[in-house]
């Protein structure tokens, strides 16, 4: 289900403190690679002439998996390539991407689909997954052909970017997508609600004058689809999760038995609609930055668990869509580069999130709610580490992006957590 | 201890600088307010002589950038720039290069690169005044930007109840209609609650903005809440939010039966205001609007002295800076 390159690396990092929390590993350790798999972990281990990198002060992790990224490719290559988003990903500590359809045309039929899993071979720094329509051209209106989409490599099925509006058809999709053995994964909007909202509707969209998003329009929808869900047994992970009431609906369903999964992303979890006031484009999404009561509970979900995975949502556009008023740029900002040093600034050095939590939801987490296999640092699985400083800081500076678009909501900003090198798939990625 | 106090100031570096821009009025504070009442106040009283023309801004550029149709607005900001001597250049979008598909932030280039001491701007969209202000070395003044803004109404309707009432602190004023598409309302709310005056919203539920009390003001659904008010301001309704489908309101009848500003809602010598255009026999009776207790026409003669203000202020160095000759002239002590 990933497609990109792969490596037979050899190396061996030294001295640096082992975190994998799914492994239950802390402790200061050598890990060494040999050809591309873990071959043991210990101390003063032999070195066998491979390439050796100092991991001292550093912490070595699994490497991150990202469940909701835009490569824009095929349709908006001036935004993003996949290319350009993987080696986006790779500097910012990814061994694994999940790419959303929503593409320009629609990946909703087997050859679209191939043409980007045979790209992905030869032009992705890290593997690459490809997620299909549930509905064809992303019109809500008729299924795709899963069965053969599943056969093709499929990661998983969304309309992501716009909601499957009606229930009898997002109860055939839940049905029907069983044969593929792959998950629906739900952009949860009710669009007569949400409809020209700019921002969360609230005190700040009151003063600013933005026609309102309200958090119902997002959790009314969560509620319809765990319903279905739970009535037809099946599974389902709900993409950037931003209003309580959906983490709360999450919650109950999931102790009603429902094998439901979610994923919230970074600028949810670090910013809320008052950064709205700065009618800065960058940060305009969708779903919405919503109140602190929304991201607390974002942050409460992350940490018990209810929500798996942290998820991007990376959306590049170009410079001059988002050179725009507020109201007329498109939704969507970048995130790739900045994940994790966001959240080790804004969460874990603040004390709101435990450093090893943010790790598993980053790794762990994500590669479980798609059923992929999950990065470990154990002996014998396939090298996929990230090498991380957290005692490095830096000032996010548009020159240094490898994405091809800039549109990050942290520019300008200094944050704490830098990548120092990416192993993906038994290959190095990516050294800083 | 006053005396200290003034020798402290006097150690202090000079004042904040003027405002590069005005877009909202939460980027000013109350001095700021009082400074351009005042200047309003100096600049109506020049108006009175024969020579209406003043000679403060000569040589000065303002470009008024209408993307919405105006009449009031637009005509009040070319007329204030003339007053003071200033050239004027207005444009508006239909028939020029916006009609061609240009960016606004190409359009502010272009006008940036005349060098403009201030650009005026009306846009429909939020936040297009701020674009102009990054993109452009002028002074810009938002007269509009969609729902969000129009610091200069606010400021010509605190200069108006100033005048007509002889304060602002204190007073109640009950703005009724359509608040949640009303940049008027949003620039009201904050000037009434700056200078101290308390504010009542009327209108129906789907029209009041959900979490607006947070800007400092109360909530009413029901027409009487007027009644307690000094001052009743009716905001327009717009027909085009009406459209079908929309749901608003079931109509525009029920709209004026429930909500519509009669002479029998009002009590005797409550002051009614409204930023123009009037629907007459919609939000506001004929007879209202027409009554002398109306200030309205009152309204748009406030709006060519404030607008001097503004623009008076953000080309100079404010009262006590390098043209405090300039207002002596026109009679200001």
Request: with cysteine; aromatic share 4%.
């Amino acid at each position: 289900m990933l497609f990109g390159k792969t490596g037979e690396e050899n190396l061996v990092v030294r001295g640096a403190r082992v975190i994998d929390p799914a492994e239950g590993v802390d402790a200061l350790l050598d890990v060494r690679v040999d050809a591309g798999v873990v071959a043991q972990l210990g101390t003063n281990l032999e070195t066998n002439e491979h390439r050796v990198i100092d991991g001292e002060g550093l912490v070595l992790a699994p490497a991150f998996v990202d469940p909701h990224v835009h490569l824009r490719t095929p349709g908006r290559e001036d935004e993003e390539t996949i290319a350009t988003g993987s080696a986006a990903a790779a500097a910012g500590g990814y061994c694994a991407i999940l790419a959303m359809p929503n593409t320009e045309p629609v990946v909703d039929s087997a050859p679209v689909l191939g043409s980007l899993t045979e790209a992905a071979q030869t032009d992705a720094e890290v593997p690459v997954g490809f997620l299909a329509a549930i509905t064809k051209g992303q019109e809500g209106a008729e299924l795709t052909e899963m069965a053969e989409l599943g056969d093709a490599g499929a990661a998983g099925f969304t309309d992501d970017g716009r909601p499957v509006v009606a229930p009898g058809l997002m109860r055939r999709a839940l049905q029907y997508s069983s044969v593929t053995g792959r998950r629906l994964a739900l952009h949860c909007e009710e669009p007569t609600l949400s409809k020209g909202g700019q921002m969360h509707e609230g005190a700040v969209s009151a003063e600013l004058g933005f026609a309102g998003y309200p958090s119902v329009a997002e959790s009314l929808m969560v509620a319809r689809d765990l319903a279905l869900a739970g009535y037809e047994r099946r599974p389902l992970h709900l993409m950037h999760m931003s209003a309580r009431e959906s983490v709360e609906a999450l919650s109950r369903a999931q102790v009603g038995g429902v094998a439901a999964t979610g994923e919230v992303t970074p600028h949810h979890l670090c910013l809320t609609d008052e950064a709205v006031r700065s009618l800065d484009s960058n940060v305009k999404m969708n779903p919405p930055l919503r109140a602190e009561e929304d991201r607390q509970a974002l942050i409460a979900g992350l940490r018990d668990g209810t929500i798996a995975a942290v998820a991007t949502d990376h959306a590049p556009h170009a410079r001059h869509e988002k050179e725009v008023p507020f109201e007329a740029a498109p939704f969507g900002v970048t995130g790739l580069e900045t994940a994790f040093p966001a959240l080790y600034t804004h969460l874990v050095e603040p004390g709101l999130l435990k450093l090893e939590t943010v790790l598993e939801r980053m790794s762990t987490g994500p590669a479980r709610a798609y059923g992929l296999d999950a990065p470990r640092i154990a002996v014998g699985a396939p090298a996929n580490l990230v090498l991380l400083d957290l005692n490095a800081s830096r000032r996010v500076a548009e020159s240094d992006f490898r994405s091809r678009s800039a549109n990050s909501w942290l520019l300008g900003e200094t944050v704490k957590g830098q990548v120092r090198l990416t192993v993906a798939a038994g290959r190095v990625a990516y050294e800083g | 201890m006053a005396e200290i106090r003034v020798m402290r100031e006097d150690l202090l570096p000079p004042k904040e600088p003027p405002r590069r821009h005005l877009i909202s009025i939460g980027d000013l504070e109350r001095e700021d307010v009082e400074r351009l009442l005042a200047t309003a106040r100096s600049f109506e009283r020049s108006l009175e002589r024969e020579l209406k023309k003043l000679p403060t801004l000569r040589g000065k550029t303002v470009v008024n950038v209408f993307y919405e149709s105006s009449t009031r607005t637009s005509s009040s900001f070319e007329l204030a720039a003339k007053r003071l001597s200033a050239d004027t250049m207005s444009i508006k979008a239909a028939g020029s290069s916006v009609d061609k598909g240009e960016s606004l932030k190409d359009t502010a280039l272009t006008l940036g690169a005349y060098d403009p001491d201030v650009i005026v701007i009306r846009h429909p969209q939020i936040g297009a005044p701020q674009l102009v202000a990054r993109f452009t070395g002028a002074h810009v003044v938002n007269a509009g930007d969609g729902k969000h803004q129009h610091p200069t109404q606010a400021l010509l309707d605190l200069y108006t109840i100033q005048e007509e009432l002889g304060r602002i602190e204190g007073l109640h004023v009950a703005i009724v209609g359509d608040v949640l598409h009303s940049r008027v309302a949003r620039s009201n709310i904050q000037a009434l609650a700056l200078m101290g005056a308390r504010v009542t919203l009327v209108g129906p539920p789907p029209l009041i903005p959900r979490g607006i009390e947070a800007m400092g003001c109360e909530v009413a659904y029901e027409i009487d809440a007027i009644k307690a008010a000094d001052v009743v301001y009716v905001l327009r309704m717009q027909r085009e939010r009406m459209a079908e489908g929309a749901n608003y309101v079931p109509s525009l009848r029920e709209y004026t039966a429930r909500w519509g500003v009669t002479a029998e809602r009002l009590r005797p010598g409550q002051k009614v205001m409204h930023p123009g255009p009037m629907n007459r026999g919609v939000e506001i009776d004929g007879a209202v609007a027409d009554a002398a207790d109306a200030l309205i026409e009152r309204q748009v003669r406030s709006g060519l002295v404030v607008r001097m203000a503004v623009l008076y202020d953000l080309l100079t160095h404010g009262p006590a800076g390098v043209q405090a000759g300039a207002l002596h002239e026109i009679g200001a002590a």
